[in-house]
């Protein structure tokens, strides 16, 4: 009852004396803070909405036109197609205040125009995409046209300074290739996975799909490209992720890790407190829209739809489907310490807390004696259950009373923070430390990490940093833009003594402890415990650090790194499981509006044919580099026809999920959609903000991150290339299975590297680059880039 007491901000009763009314002022001054904040974020969103309406024209041009028109019709000189006459006839009287209204709506109409006009415009330069097919060898020409188009655009983009979602309005929708098309490309793409006879049944099947009900179902997605935004996205979201029955956590879920080389500060609670700080910063810019939106070559914007769910969201578990749940304001983060939960107050006395602010509110948790309530420490394994029994679950015991109430504040939190009691180590002589690094960010224990949180940040009692992201809301490059951005603002964070700069102005709110009565359900929450220790079990991961070479030489070869390293995965592959198999490698399609990722696959008829010529003794070497360079442009093509919209896999998968709709069953959507990727592979981009000065600041690169195996018998595997001199790849995969080996397929990659480098400085020395020229002033003028 004392509890229930404390949580009453105003009472009011009717005496025998009269009234009687009880209030707590500091709880009623949080309130009035919480509506004011809310209040203010509302003006300022809508405040966006006009100005991104509008882009690229200014909303201030309204006035200068409006200047323009009253000095026109008072110097007694006709508007533009007369429009102020027209508009002041039909006003109720000719006196001068509705003169100078006539000249408003006036303005209004021919503002609106030009507005409109400068964005349709817009939207047709960017639907522009010979530019992308360009080369960019050195010594080759840009064509005029794509000159041009390049410097319209840069008018149109430098009228106005954008903000996040400026450019949204202007993005063309994802293109729709034709049935031909993609079944074209289809085929091509399974050539060197099938002999002849499986391929000449698999033109059959393709074949009579073109032409009897790949026709019909063609033309729904032709309305669905008409009628939405972006005929893939929704679909996706829908059936890839959210009706996924199993577990989040290595199935789904993703992270990403610390910058390894720097060492910020030992002390737990100063990083935590810095990282908590940065982060809400940039929710703060992503709310204002004050974040940049990225660009490529500095020219063409990238959809900035992902980036609106980074925080204060959560997917919550359905018996069929989940559902992604975005609050639009939240004041608070959840901190997991020792199987304890605490609600932590990110604002107050009507600002942000200062990062010294938060350590002290951090440190008040590592120095708390409390001990978990029973099923408490092990609650979070739910998240990392299977999704039907974990909303079974939800739906019995936690839509009322005080876990209810302790559910809403963890998932309406901004983020989870998870201060974990275990060092998080890096050691280039004991490669094991960092794997167990990126095993503690990929699952944990299984229960100290909330999974269906958009991210939950970790922290090791070393101060290193971690994250692990839910995989619905966004994909990789959003959450790794957030993290650069950390490591950008970081650095100057500590003082000599490893703490947060500056000196707190006053005591912060202390946290709160969340209640639960989980006794009901301590069985469910201990299957799910058991299930969660099944999966880790199950799963290996290797991290491996290449410091042979990076893309230094790779450029030396006049070779595009991602198609380069993407080889040596095919050479690597081929030695591990003795054959071929189907590679998936994620490509973005934020070219267009709200796109998120296309598949490109690596393993080409090309690459293929240099593979075998690499494990073929009677191939010279100079056979050899005309073939990976063969295979190396082929992958370039297939990576630029994704991004542009002409992939394979969404089309096809829109196009099941319209026979599904329609119940028309499809022998060729059958076998395609069935195919396993038993090699899935992504690259970890990096140096998405100006922030982060890699030549300022080389050790603040980031290591990258990972995922699980999406086949059983596969592997997943994610690179960053983080230097001249410096890869990483994250390879995972499953103990249970046979054929596989993450140690030793590191040890096939490596070798992969290794021989491909051997055969470019054997090419190289019979086929030396080209000597320095010398220019017309007399400067040497180096003939490759």
Sequence with gaps: ?????????????????????????EVLNLVWNSGFRSWKKRVARARNGVRNGVYPAHIQSLWLITAIALGLHFAGLRTPFNIVNRILVNLPANTINWQVTACFLASLVIWLSIC????????????????????????????????????????????????????????????????????????????????????????GLAHEFETTIGKKL?????????????????????????????????????????????????????RAANVVYLLLGFRRLIERQELQPIMVQGIVPLCSWQYERTFNTVRVPGMETDRIVHYRDSNHIVVLHKGCYYKVLIYYKGRQLRPCEIQVQMEEILNSKATPLPGEEHLAALTAWNRSKWAEVRNTYFTRGVNRVSLHTVESAAFVVSLDDIPFEFDLNRPELLDNFGKTLLHGNG????????????????????????????????????????????????????????????????????????????????EATLDANKLINDIDLRILVHNQYGKGFMKKCRLSPDAFIQMALQLAY?????RFSLTYEASMTRLFREGRTETVRPCTI????????????????????????????????????????????????????????????????????????????????????????????????????????????????????????????????????????????????????????????????????????????????????
Excluded at 237 to 265: Q, W
Excluded at 574 to 578: F, I, P
């Design 116 to 203: 409109f006009t400068m964005r349709y415009t817009l939207k047709l330069l960017l639907m522009y995409k010979g530019w992308m097919y360009e080369s960019r060898a050195p010594g080759s020409k840009t064509s005029l046209r794509t000159k041009l188009w390049a410097g319209a655009v840069k008018v149109f983009s430098s009228w106005n300074k954008p903000g996040l979602y400026s450019f949204q309005g202007s993005l063309p929708r994802l293109t729709l290739p034709s049935v031909t098309a993609t079944t074209q490309r289809y085929l091509r793409s399974v050539r060197p996975l099938l002999d002849d006879e499986k391929y000449k049944r698999m033109e």
């Design 218 to 270: 063609q033309w729904y997605l032709i309305l669905k490209s008409w009628w939405s935004t972006n005929y893939v996205s929704d679909w996706w979201e829908e059936y890839v992720y959210l009706r996924g029955r199993s577990p989040l956590m290595i199935n789904s879920n993703f992270y990403g890790t610390d910058a390894i080389f720097m060492d910020l500060s030992h002390n737990q609670a100063a």
């Design 574 to 578: 081929y030695r591990d499981a003795g």
């Design 447 to 526: 229960y100290n990490r909330w999974f269906d949180k958009s991210f939950t940040v970790c922290v090791g009692t070393n101060g290193r940093v971690g994250f692990n992201a839910e995989h619905t809301w966004a994909d990789a490059p959003v959450m790794g833009h957030t993290w650069e951005y950390i490591f950008g603002d970081e650095i100057d964070g500590y003082d000599e003594n490893g703490n947060t700069r500056g000196t707190p102005e006053f005591q912060p709110p202390s946290p709160t402890r969340l209640s639960w009565k989980l006794e009901p359900c301590l069985t469910q929450i201990e």
């Design 606 to 785: 090309e690459s293929a044919a240099w593979v075998k010529a690499m494990e073929d003794k009677t191939k010279t070497n100079d056979e050899r580099v005309a073939l990976i360079k063969a295979a190396c442009d082929r992958h370039q093509l297939g990576y630029q026809d994704a991004m542009c919209g002409h992939g394979i896999d969404r089309h096809l998968f829109c196009l099941y999920v319209v026979s599904k709709y329609l119940e028309v069953d499809s022998p060729f959507l059958n076998e395609v959609l069935s195919e396993p990727w038993r090699l899935s592979t992504s690259q970890t981009p990096h140096g998405q903000t100006p922030k982060m000065d890699l030549k300022k600041h080389p050790q603040c690169i980031s290591s990258g991150g990972g995922f699980g195996p999406v086949a059983d018998d596969g592997y997943g595997v994610s690179y960053i290339i983080a230097g001249e001199d410096l890869i990483f790849f994250h390879i995972s995969a499953k103990n249970s299975c046979d054929t596989t080996n993450v140690h030793r397929f590191a040890d096939n990659i490596c070798k992969a590297l290794a021989d491909i480098r051997s055969m470019f400085e054997e090419h190289m020395k019979k086929n030396p680059p080209k000597s320095k020229a010398v220019s017309s002033n007399g400067n040497q003028a180096s003939a490759s880039k």
């Design 1 to 25: 009852m004392a509890e229930a007491h404390q949580a009453v901000a105003f009472s009011f009763a009717i005496t025998h004396e009269g009234f009687d009314i009880n209030y707590d002022q």
